[in-house]
């Protein structure tokens, strides 16, 4: 089946966006991969049966979405970026993603026990690009077994608030950026993958409070009134 969604803002009028219905029952990728130590031994030999998962839990093919005039095209990564510095944009392009399990305590899709999702995972196609949700400063571009390679990234908003955002579950020969890296809001950083403990692509993402700790990054993003790319300039 396929859900038909209409969308308003900077797709032209009368256009539609095709998600892909089918990521709705993804089952997605472990967290916590702040706390790695905890379950290191026991979880990594369960997970080895639940791994090939990955293949049978395909995203369709990207959704073209037509940007507004004025923004340049992301294909090549040239995307002229002329925003205010506290602009929150979301991680991923409009229509090319679809949320498939929140933040909060869930049953792991891994281990099978209750478990504390640290971040939301929005399932895409492999490779969608990834973008900086703001400003800021690239403190660690990692890679281990749960996580698989990830980008962290310290912004700090227009009223001195620090937090975090992470994205999890990507390659290393994808990742645009280097620690120490000084990033622009909605900057390309890497892209969609399926490393570490993922049963499809998506993109695990989280925001880290001042202190670090993980809050709901959907709400995060909300309260901060995070916007898509492309939706400023057609405003
Ligand atoms: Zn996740």
Redesign the pocket.
């Given at each position: 089946m396929t859900v038909i969604v209409p969308v308003s803002g900077f797709v032209t009028a009368g256009s539609s966006v095709t998600l892909p219905s089918r990521a709705l029952g993804t089952v997605?990728?472990?967290?916590s991969w702040t706390r790695p130590h905890v379950e290191n031994s026991e979880v990594g030999q369960e997970l080895s049966g639940s791994i090939t998962a990955a293949s049978r839990a395909r995203v369709r093919a990207p959704i073209t979405v037509t940007p507004c005039l004025g923004t340049s095209s992301v294909a090549d990564g040239s995307r002229q970026i002329d925003v205010v510095s506290d602009t929150i944009y979301w991680p991923l392009e409009k229509g090319t993603y679809v949320e498939t399990?929140p933040f909060g305590m869930r049953i792991s899709p891994i281990t099978g026990t209750l478990h504390m999702?640290?971040?939301?995972?929005l399932a895409a196609p492999m490779d969608t690009p990834l973008y900086s949700v703001a400003d800021g400063k690239v403190v660690e571009v990692a890679e281990n077994y749960f996580a698989g390679a990830f980008v962290k990234i310290k912004h700090e908003r227009a009223d001195g608030t620090v937090f975090y955002s992470v994205y999890?579950?990507q390659y290393t020969e994808k990742i645009l950026v280097h620690e120490g890296d000084a990033v622009k809001a909605g900057q390309p950083i890497g892209a969609v993958g399926t490393s570490g403990w993922?049963t499809g692509p998506?993109l695990?993402?989280e925001i880290h409070d001042a202190a670090d700790k993980v809050t709901d990054p959907m709400a995060w993003m909300k309260q901060a009134g995070a916007i898509h790319l492309g939706e400023d300039a057609c405003q």
């Open positions: 997605t990728g472990m967290s399990s999702h640290e971040g939301v995972d999890l579950h993922s998506h695990h993402f």
